[in-house]
Nanobody
Framework: VQLQASGGGLVQAGGSLRLPCTASRRIFSNNAVGWFRQAPGKEREFVAS????????VYADNVQGRFTISRDNAKNTVFLQMNSLKPEDTATYYC?????????????????WGQGTLVTVSS
């Protein structure tokens, strides 16, 4: 497995979760990483991305101020810290590694995708 997201689960509205995504060094090094999510019956949407050095982050408007993306290159891991969760955040969350050192919301930038982890927020 080259890319693995985890940390999903059931949480009440207002709560927090932290999703780690671990990748093999071969695909992780020097590349941006993004988080996307897909709710039942909806298209996959961009959540956040972080550049290869962690110096640039991009967020979707609907998570800005609540979610934080970070990375630990020594451990080949990217984290998505999700606070103040809302029922509309319920989705399967996917991490993806880009072809490029800097990437944003463009899904075609991303070459490798993990299997996803389910986040359910109850009201």
């Amino acid at each position: 497995v080259q890319l693995q997201a985890s940390g999903g689960g059931l949480v009440q509205a207002g709560g927090s979760l932290r999703l780690p995504c671990t990748a093999s060094r071969r695909i992780f090094s020097n590349n941006a990483v993004g988080w996307f999510r897909q709710a039942p019956g909806k298209e996959r949407e961009f959540v956040a991305s972080i550049s290869w050095r962690g110096d640039t982050t991009v967020y979707a408007d609907n998570v800005q101020g609540r979610f934080t993306i970070s990375r630990d290159n020594a451990k080949n891991t990217v984290f998505l810290q999700m606070n103040s969760l809302k029922p509309e955040d319920t989705a399967t969350y996917y991490c993806a590694v880009s072809r490029y050192p800097y990437s944003g919301r463009e899904m075609t930038d991303y070459q490798y995708w993990g299997q996803g982890t389910l986040v359910t927020v109850s009201s």
